[in-house]
């Protein structure tokens, strides 16, 4: 009744999906069926019995009141999250109520239409559910009048008559008796002479009926009293009415000549003889004709709704008697005979076809205009009395003012009565337009219009939308026609009701996608026409389009925060409206300070995006604590946020200097370099030991690596060794750590240690002129030797595995004061091709116990691409069939000397062929060669190609050679 749909489908699902659960929850009700008095104020009961036992929340309390009135079941009340919804503008429940455990439904100016079941159904998430039904029965009292006569004087033979009128009483089944109380008889006596008329109708469902009981009051009735008796359920005892008449004997006057009186009286006597012959003539032979009433009918008539219009004749003799039923329409020219009433017989002719259809179905009722009569009732004169019902359903369209006869036919004549229908609609009732609490931007939106409780079934349903005052047609919907749009992005449906009063009720939904540019602020009318009303009825609503705001991932600036260092939140807020928004920052939901938020941006759409930033220092506690950021804003039932955990918190390792133990080592004695990696987060970590560039594997060549964990702090920490028995092959070498930490870095660190032996003398850098060297130049690369303890040294170059004799200048031993002695050595040489990525060593060896103390050396040169150029010895002008040719390329200054070459004719191979030199260092001091094809001219026209690759500095080179005879 005057709802539509689904507004709140959350907690419709819930209440569905939850089955009854043996919980905690139990609910209490009054008794039913809860009988209330017509058009008053009534509450149904629905009571939590034990709410000590239960706390309520109202965000997680879920209320619902359903109605089922014949075969429809409507949800007419809704409580979830703390948000009322009322759809039964006749139901009210106290949001305050709700949460002391207290449910009952109160319902105002209850009519008939709320006869039916009512469910309370109750939730609790996760898992606790309770209902109770109760049925509605509705009471309306009769209103008792009583129709008599103030005085009557009895003795005189006259009949009395008492009515007791019974007005506006519900349900329709009643019972009336009518008592004679004598006090001096000390008795009281049902009276039986009772004429009951059938029940009429009003338009509210309310009956009303007239009981009338005749008698002839004696003499010995004096001082009686009459009092009707209504027995009804609205009455918790029978009520009783008594009829305000006063019974009197009549008086009678004597003359002074009693004597004369007396013969007047036996002429009396006589005359009375002959009136009794005449009486029993009149009451059993005479024919009497009946006393024909106006026509009983109700107050209105309603469009296919039930009507009774009721004849009463009475006083009439014999029975022979019978009474029709005419219908004569404003256009009919004649009279339709619709039935008639007998003595025992019924007939009845006229019958009309009505729909009472529902959407989707197609389903006819024949419905008949129905007559039907009361017993005929026999009175103590022999007269006789009946009445004559005829139930219509008039049709305001073809009914309306037409002329309903009713016509008595008695042997002596013929009576009638006429009444004129005045059928009326049932004019429709308009509910507030039902609208989302909350319109979402580019989301779907339904608009419901309910109307209600209206006859006949015409109507049309116009929506407009309307701009500054302005409207504008969106659509119509009649019933010959369809909705028609008018906005290609509106679509319009309807969803239709049918009640036992046959009266309808229609919901008019409007459907769109709703955006902020198009629908924000707008406003929609639903305006029906229908044959009942003076002028339109219409009911508006103003939409309120908002978007809710989408929160990207937080990001963290670096990627990877380290501990005790700096750390940048950021989290893009974007895609809302209107523009208020409140962003916080909380820390395992505590404020964190120093939030920055970036300028507001409005985009195409209208919509709004900002940039929020939070800095803070992160702990190593810190690594599970949730970092959210919360934003508010109008559209958001309830605050929305985006969460970071910093599971990739890390620390950089502090990678302290090598230690050597014992700090002054010597040849052959075990020594160990030490290297502590300190307050590293997470533990993974890579740890390499290297000999100048070479790194140390688990062979032992150059030492033993070893790690040990240390557990001083909560950080992690490592040491790690190296522990070696040095020879003087590892005098003045380069030891090198390399800390790889992936999780806070892509580049290692890296300590050095420079291994001086115990003793040995000390080989210093290298020297170069010119500092970059190049081919074909000379060098001069020199050194000095310090700290010799005697002269018994001897100084060499090597060249790779070559000495080198010439070119090689030492200086004499010098003494250095210290009872040592230092000596300078230098090597001058042309850098040719063949150095490149050769090693120079130069060599100190200790002639007394062969001790070779070296330094190594690699000239920082770089590869050189070729000059490729091509020859051969003929011409085109020359060349002829079967003669044979060669073809060649020079490849020249190039290093280092691999190279590759290819040749093709045309594309096959033919490298096989070639003649290929050797490569020798030329006058540039880079490499240099030939390579020759020899080649039998076989065609006219021949392509050769020669490809040179070089593979160190990844170049290829082409010469074409194209023959023509």
């Known amino acids: 009744m005057g709802w539509l749909g689904n507004p709140l489908r959350p907690l419709l699902l ?8 043996s919980g905690q929850l139990t609910l209490k009700a009054s008794k039913s069926p809860a009988e209330l008095i017509l058009y008053e104020n009534g509450l149904l009961e629905c009571e939590i019995a034990n709410l000590s036992a239960i706390t309520l929340n109202p965000n997680n309390l879920g209320v619902l009141w359903v109605f089922t009135g014949g075969t429809e079941e409507l949800n007419i009340f809704m409580y979830s999250n703390g948000q009322i919804t009322n759809l039964w503008e006749e139901a009210e429940l106290s949001k305050n109520s709700i949460l002391d455990g207290n449910m009952s439904l109160f319902l105002r100016h209850v009519t008939l239409k709320h006869l039916g079941e009512y469910r309370c159904e109750v939730v609790i998430p996760p898992n606790d559910k309770a209902s109770l039904t109760v049925k509605l029965e509705v009471l309306a009292r009769p209103t008792v009048t009583i129709v008599s006569e103030k005085l009557v004087e009895v003795g005189t033979g006259g009949e009395m008559i008492l009515g007791c009128q019974l007005n506006g009483y519900y349900p329709c089944e009643c019972k009336t008796d009518w008592f004679q109380s004598n006090p001096s008889q ?34 010995e009735d004096i001082g009686s009293s009459f009092e009707c008796r209504v027995t009804h359920k609205a009455f918790p005892e029978p009520y009783t009415a008594k009829a305000a008449v006063t019974l009197k004997e009549a008086e009678i006057h004597l003359s002074k000549s009693s004597i004369v009186g007396s013969i007047i009286g ?26 024909v009433c106006d026509l009983q009918m109700p107050a209105r008539f309603i469009h296919q709704q039930s009507a009774e219009i ?73 007269t006789q009395s009946l009445s004559s019902t005829l139930e219509i359903y008039p049709d305001l369209m073809e009914d309306n003012k037409a002329e309903i006869i009713c016509r008595v036919s008695y042997p002596t004549g013929t009576q009638e009565k006429r009444t004129c229908l005045q059928v009326d609609a049932i004019a429709p009732k308009l509910g507030n337009i039902i609208a989302p609490p909350v319109v979402r931007h580019n989301t779907s939106v339904m608009l419901t219009c309910p109307i209600s409780f209206f006859t006949p079934r015409q109507l049309t349903i116009s929506w407009y939308e309307r701009i500054n005052g302005v409207k504008s047609l969106l659509l119509d919907h009649t019933e010959e026609n369809e909705a028609k749009n008018t906005v290609g992005r509106y679509s319009h449906c309807l969803r239709e009701f049918t009640y036992p009063d046959h009266t309808y009720s229609v919901y008019s939904m409007l459907t769109f996608i709703a955006s902020i ?108 604590s949730k970092y959210h950021c919360l934003v508010t804003h ?93 020879s003087t092959d590892d005098h003045q070498h380069q030891y090198m750590v390399e800390v790889y930490h992936s999780k806070s870095s892509t580049k290692p660190q890296k300590q050095c240690f420079r291994l001086l032996l115990k003793g040995s003398p000390t080989i210093s850098d290298f020297k170069m002129v010119p500092e970059i060297p190049w081919f074909g130049e000379y060098l001069s690369i020199s050194c000095s030797v310090h700290g010799l303890l005697r002269k018994d040294f001897i100084f060499e170059w090597y060249r790779g595995s070559e000495p080198v004799k010439c070119g090689v200048t030492n200086s004499g031993f010098v003494s250095t004061g210290d009872n040592n002695y230092k000596v300078e050595s230098c090597l001058i040489f042309t850098v040719t091709a063949e150095d490149f990525e050769r090693e120079l060593i130069f060599l100190c060896k200790d002639r007394y116990n062969n001790e070779a103390f070296k330094r190594r050396i690699q000239l920082p040169l770089k590869a050189v691409a070729p000059k490729v150029s091509s020859f051969t010895n ?92």
């Open 310 to 382: 009721t004849c009463q004749v009475s006083g009439f003799r014999p029975d022979v008697i019978s009474v029709g039923w005419y219908l004569r329409r404003m256009n009919d020219a004649e009279e339709s005979f619709i039935g008639e009433s007998k003595r025992n017989q019924e007939i009845i002719r006229f019958s009309k076809a009505k729909e009472i259809t529902e959407i989707g179905k197609e389903n006819a009722t024949d419905v008949n205009w129905k007559v039907r009569q009361s017993n005929f009732v026999v009175h103590d004169d022999g």
């Open 517 to 624: 540019q198009e629908n924000d602020g707008k406003e929609y009318l639903c305006e029906v026409n229908h044959v009942s009303l003076k002028h339109q009825a219409e009911k508006w609503v103003k939409l309120d389009v908002k978007a809710f705001p989408t929160l990207d991932t937080i990001r963290s600036e670096p990627v990877n925060p380290e501990i005790d260092k700096e750390m940048t939140l950021s989290c893009k807020v974007h895609s809302f409206y209107p523009k208020e928004i409140s962003v916080l920052w909380l820390k395992d939901k505590k404020a964190i300070k120093g939030n920055d938020t970036s300028e507001l941006i409005e985009n195409p759409e209208k919509l709004y995006e900002i940039t929020t930033t939070c800095t803070t220092i992160p702990t190593l506690s810190d690594k599970k």
């Open 874 to 965: 003929c011409d085109n002008d020359r060349l002829k069939i079967g003669g044979k040719y060669t073809l060649g390329c020079r490849i020249e200054h190039f290093c280092p000397k691999d190279i590759e070459v290819v040749w093709y004719k045309t594309s096959n191979d033919c490298t096989d062929y070639q003649i290929m030199g050797k490569p020798e260092i030329d006058k540039n001091g880079l490499y240099s060669t030939i390579t020759k094809l020899p080649i039998l001219m076989e065609k006219n026209s021949v392509n050769y190609v020669c490809e040179v690759r070089h593979e160190k500095t990844n170049e290829i080179f082409e010469k074409s050679f194209k023959l023509r005879v």
């Open 14 to 21: 819930l209440l569905v999906m939850l089955t009854p659960h």
């Open 634 to 726: 109008e559209s958001l039932p309830k605050p929305k946020f985006a969460e970071y955990v910093p599971e990739n918190l890390v620390s950089s390792p502090k990678v302290k200097k090598i230690t050597c133990d014992p700090p002054n080592p010597a040849v052959g004695k075990t020594l160990t370099l030490s290297c502590e990696i300190m307050d590293f987060y997470p533990a993974s970590i890579q740890i390499d030991w290297f000999r100048d560039e070479v790194r140390i594997n688990e062979d032992a060549k150059y030492g033993i690596a070893n790690e040990e964990l240390m557990n001083e702090r909560s950080l992690c920490s490592k040491v790690t060794k190296l522990t070696l028995s040095p």
């Open 266 to 291: 036996s002429v009396i006597f006589s005359v009375m003889l002959l009136a009794a012959g005449i009486y029993l003539y009149m009451r059993y032979i005479y024919k009497v004709p009946p006393n």
């Open 186 to 219: 000390k008795k009281t006596k049902l009276l039986t002479d009772i004429c009951i008329a059938p029940p009429i109708k009003n338009p509210d469902g309310t009956c009303n009926v007239t009981t009338e009981v005749r008698l002839e009051p004696r003499v």
